[in-house]
């Protein structure tokens, strides 16, 4: 075994190095590459992922996991070398499912879908946007077919971004989240609306960078590990786990873009700072999923960075590095406006209790599209009506409705967007995990002290890499199945004491 077994982790490493080069590569083009490097760069990026493909496609990595598998009977399922073999074998037959023509076909059509979309938005024109939509559409529905036997076609489309998680169950949490959030939602925007001129001032951008900068590195943001560069879009990227990559963005008259989308980003950043440093090269140095990366950004953001006891600790740091701005704001008027609550059109601009509300919208119109019970064409007017429904707004136009997220138009249809809210569910349930083994992590964070949180995260979330299913991880994690009522307890309790009725 042990021959053989260095065979495949030099052949898995081979294609980390080329999916890193890929992603080294695509942050530099969204942060340092001249505009003109464009058409370049996008053949260099077609050319790492063509590379990476064909050797991950090899039958001769087939017959090395065939060559192997019987080996691992004998090992526990969750020893280092059995999982491996497992995710190399999960990663092997999703590669090889999937014919490279279908493959090259779908990515040239994504191109155009992107730059068509790019123009049409904002010409608030979907009607330009829906033969490629429509082609989008055939071809997620052609991807699921290449895995047959699923339960509901959404299943294949969710399997890539959070693995073993079913449409059915999905559904099931999403309509019993729906039916607490919506209430909420009619409560809170019954009440008057928080002052928010404290975030909305002049706030100047070396400030605010040098100021996040001074929060992550509190709360464990490494610089010999990771940096933080500027982009039109926040994100955050691994080139190797000793190198990884996030970026902000600055508002000068919003303090909260800037520092929330670095708290998130960090969240993001130490999670693949934290996970098990032998893994790196393999298949199980990554996240366990979209959503558990998704549940450590939006904990370090909301759960911690729009909480009451981070700011009673943080909020001196903040008024002394802008004192014009904030000598005479008063701790709870800025923990207010932090935290408003409202009805809005746009997912990303969303607060804490109506974003899960954007997300499920996308999610079931993209079952209806799956299924067949939605024809693209009618697409903005299910947009409408859902909204109108849930949020009790509608976008006056498409470029706030069917056309604001890039995802459709990028990207399959089905499979994403849920990750964004089961991130939310988890999040919440870690917390409430978290502070079971360590009761004391709210006065913690109150003097500014982050290990006990941050040691249980390591350990039970960031360490195991990608070595169990998202599920798995959570049921392991906290000794319980993925649940909502830690979420729901979260958002009644914060919000109930910020809007008291
Ligand atoms: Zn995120």
């Given amino acids: 075994m042990p021959a053989d077994l260095d065979k495949l982790k030099a052949r898995l490493q081979e294609i980390y190095d080329l999916e890193a080069i890929a992603s080294l590569l695509s942050w530099d083009q969204s942060t340092y590459m001249p505009p003109e490097g464009s058409s370049a760069r996008g053949r260099?990026?077609?050319?790492?992922?063509?590379?990476?493909?064909?050797?991950?496609?090899?039958?001769?990595?087939?017959?090395?996991?065939?060559?192997?598998?019987?080996?691992?009977a004998d090992l526990p399922y969750d020893s280092d070398d059995s999982s491996l073999i497992r995710l190399a074998r999960r990663d092997f037959d999703r590669a090889t499912r999937v014919p490279a023509d279908h493959l090259s076909e779908f990515y040239q059509h994504l191109s155009e879908s992107y730059e068509v979309w790019r123009?049409?938005?904002?010409?608030?024109?979907f009607q330009r946007v829906r033969p490629y939509l429509e082609k989008t559409l055939d071809m997620s529905r052609a991807y699921a077919e290449f895995f047959p036997g699923y339960e509901h076609i959404a299943d294949p489309l969710i399997d890539v971004h959070e693995y073993g998680m079913k449409a059915s169950r999905v559904r099931t949490w999403f309509s019993e989240l729906r039916q607490a959030l919506v209430p909420m939602v009619e409560r809170i925007t019954q009440q008057p609306e928080p002052d928010?001129?404290?975030?909305?001032?002049?706030?100047?951008?070396?400030?605010?960078?040098?100021?996040?900068?001074?929060?992550?590195?509190?709360?464990?943001?490494?610089?010999?590990?990771?940096?933080?560069?500027?982009?039109?879009?926040?994100?955050?990227?691994?080139?190797?786990?000793?190198?990884?990559?996030?970026?902000?963005?600055?508002?000068?008259?919003?303090?909260?873009e800037s520092l929330f989308s670095t708290l998130h980003e960090t969240g993001h950043a130490l999670y693949e700072l934290g996970i098990d440093?032998?893994?790196?090269?393999?298949?199980?140095?990554?996240?366990?999923?979209?959503?558990?990366?998704?549940?450590?950004?939006?904990?370090?953001?909301?759960l911690v960075g729009r909480s009451l006891p981070y700011w009673e600790h943080t909020y001196p740091q903040l008024q002394a590095a802008f004192p014009d701005q904030l000598r005479d704001v008063p701790l709870e008027a800025f923990y207010r406006s932090i935290n408003r609550v409202q009805r809005s059109l746009i997912r990303t601009d969303a607060d804490e209790v109506t974003y899960n509300l954007h997300v499920m919208i996308r999610f079931d119109l993209e079952l209806d599209l799956l299924e067949g019970r939605l024809e693209v064409r009618h697409l903005p007017e299910a947009w409408r009506s859902r909204y109108k429904q849930d949020l009790g707004?509608?976008?006056?136009?498409?470029?706030?409705?069917?056309?604001?997220?890039?995802?459709?138009?990028?990207?399959?249809?089905?499979?994403?967007?849920?990750?964004?809210?089961?991130?939310n569910i988890m999040s919440a349930q870690f917390m409430q995990a978290a502070k079971s083994e360590f009761p004391s992590i709210d006065?913690?964070?109150?003097?500014?002290?982050?290990?006990?949180?941050?040691?249980?995260?390591?350990?039970?979330?960031?360490?195991?890499?990608r070595k169990f299913t998202p599920e798995e991880l959570v049921e392991r994690a906290t000794g319980r199945p993925l649940e909502l009522e830690p979420y729901i307890s979260y958002l009644r309790d914060k919000f109930g004491a910020l809007y008291p009725s």
């Fill in 443 to 465: 006065d913690d964070l109150g003097r500014g002290d982050f290990s006990h949180l941050s040691q249980w995260l390591a350990e039970h979330v960031h360490r195991p890499g």
């Fill in 44 to 72: 260099q990026l077609a050319l790492t992922a063509t590379l990476a493909h064909e050797r991950l496609v090899d039958p001769e990595l087939g017959h090395l996991l065939d060559d192997l598998e019987p080996l691992t």
């Fill in 196 to 256: 928010m001129s404290p975030v909305h001032q002049h706030f100047p951008a070396a400030g605010q960078l040098e100021l996040g900068l001074d929060l992550v590195h509190q709360i464990g943001f490494d610089p010999q590990r990771a940096r933080q560069d500027k982009s039109a879009h926040p994100f955050m990227t691994r080139i190797s786990l000793g190198d990884i990559r996030m970026t902000t963005r600055v508002k000068e008259d919003d303090l909260t």
């Fill in 277 to 302: 440093p032998a893994y790196e090269g393999t298949p199980l140095a990554t996240a366990s999923s979209s959503g558990v990366h998704e549940s450590q950004s939006r904990l370090w953001e909301n």
């Fill in 119 to 125: 123009q049409a938005r904002p010409e608030d024109d």
């Fill in 393 to 423: 707004i509608e976008p006056p136009d498409d470029r706030d409705g069917v056309l604001q997220d890039v995802h459709w138009y990028s990207g399959r249809i089905g499979g994403g967007f849920q990750s964004y809210t089961i991130g």
